[in-house]
């Protein structure tokens, strides 16, 4: 099993492009989410998906967008990038929707200019 | 809404001295989990503990769930260099599905 992957591992974008931060995970898993780590504030929540087709918002959700059209997939849009959303984005997985142990994908680093 | 704070936010230890972070939440929580991530890295599970005032071992590391499931710490005995990393807690509450709270993190340094 690969686990949970994501790409790009490093991106950088002009402020106002847009783009999509890919997340895979062949566990079949059903709770998927989108974190920001960035330095001093830990990781926030963004979006999480509890299973294909329905998707909620976490603490920080202004500014991307989320869907779930397979049990596999979780993409993560920017619509206008920020440089206040320089960050390392982080995917994660878990079976189970009780707070169950979550497996991160490798991360990506975003850096919007 | 939730939060889970955490201290201290940097720690440096010199190789073989104990090391502890602590956790601590206003509202009980459902459960919390405690993850390492190494520099560069990403987090990687660690444990989980659910019930009152319970108790786990992990070779040299101690994590603990105080009674009222408000607090835990992660304990680490005669650090060593393999233990540098970031520690962080993420609360769990009964109340927000599957979604977890953590902390800002510790940062630990372990100078040989």
């Known amino acids: 099993n690969a686990g949970v992957t994501q790409t790009p591992k490093f991106q950088v974008l002009k402020t106002g492009q847009s783009m999509t931060l890919q997340c895979a995970q062949d566990m079949n898993h059903e709770y998927m989410s989108w974190y920001r780590q960035d330095p001093g504030m830990g990781l926030r929540l963004i979006h999480y998906?509890?299973?294909?087709?329905?998707?909620d918002q976490g603490e920080v959700p202004n500014g991307y967008n989320v869907s779930r059209s397979t049990t596999e997939d979780f993409p993560l849009r920017l619509l206008s990038a920020a440089p206040s959303q320089t960050s390392v984005y982080f995917c994660a997985s878990s079976h189970g929707l009780g707070g169950e142990t979550q497996y991160f994908g490798p991360g990506t680093r975003l850096l919007v200019l | 809404g939730q939060q889970v704070m955490q201290i201290p936010q940097y720690q440096h230890v010199q190789e073989g001295e104990d090391f502890t972070t602590y956790c601590n939440s206003s509202t009980t929580l459902s459960n919390i989990q405690w993850y390492k991530q190494r520099p560069g890295g990403h987090p990687v599970f660690l444990i989980q503990l659910v019930k009152s005032g319970e108790v786990k071992k992990q070779k040299r590391l101690t994590f603990q769930f105080g009674e009222a499931k408000k607090n835990s710490s992660l304990h680490i005995t005669a650090t060593q260099t393999t233990d540098v990393g970031t520690y962080f807690c993420a609360g769990h509450y009964w109340d927000t599905g599957n979604q977890f709270y953590f902390g800002t993190g510790t940062s630990l340094t372990v100078i040989p």
């Open positions: 998906s509890v299973g294909a087709g329905i998707t």
